[in-house]
């Protein structure tokens, strides 16, 4: 038997397209491969997604919501408990070597919840307290909130290593009604 030019044509196009095909379901096979991968990898990054959101649900269903007994002022009344928070303003400002000038409560604000107590406190201080003041304020119980502040600088015109300051604060604080 003798094959013929033509026939060796259509046994290398036969051949030509079986690894065509081949090389076709090689990649198909690798395709589907690293798309499993994938989706594996994506599942188990879901599932810690969804196992850290059910543990921070069941975390703050545990947690109660309202804030502890710490850090509101418990008085009978508001003029009490503005007398609590001059107290406490002295002792703070005393621990910080400032002395303090002024202090008056203000009214309730119209758009004020029933359980704010709103003062405005006048401070002597040294520059370099300053910051340790503040940051006791706003991170100690009770609870203190500054809405403004307005610093002068000293009267004086000659130079200071550390000069001492005017510091007027407009600040509230949380007041719960209690025995006292």
Known sequence: MQINRE??????A????????LVAVTLSLQARSSAVNELTERREVFSRLEARARAGINASARK?????????????????????????????????????????????RREDSADFVRAQVTLDIAQTALQGLLYALES?????????????????????????????????????????
């Open 7 to 12: 026939q060796m044509i259509c046994v290398g």
């Open 14 to 21: 036969l051949g030509l397209l079986l690894l065509t095909c």
């Open 64 to 108: 109660p919501g309202a804030a502890p007994a710490a850090a509101s002022l418990e008085a009978p009344s508001a003029g009490i408990a503005a007398a609590q928070l001059q107290t406490y303003l002295s002792q703070l400002a005393s621990g910080q070597r400032a002395t303090l000038v002024s202090y008056g409560a203000e009214p309730a």
């Open 140 to 180: 100690q119980t009770p609870y203190v909130f500054v809405d403004s502040v307005t610093l002068q600088p000293p009267t004086t015109q000659r130079a200071v290593a550390d000069p001492t300051l005017r510091l007027t604060l407009s600040l509230h604080a949380l007041w719960r009604r209690g025995a006292g």
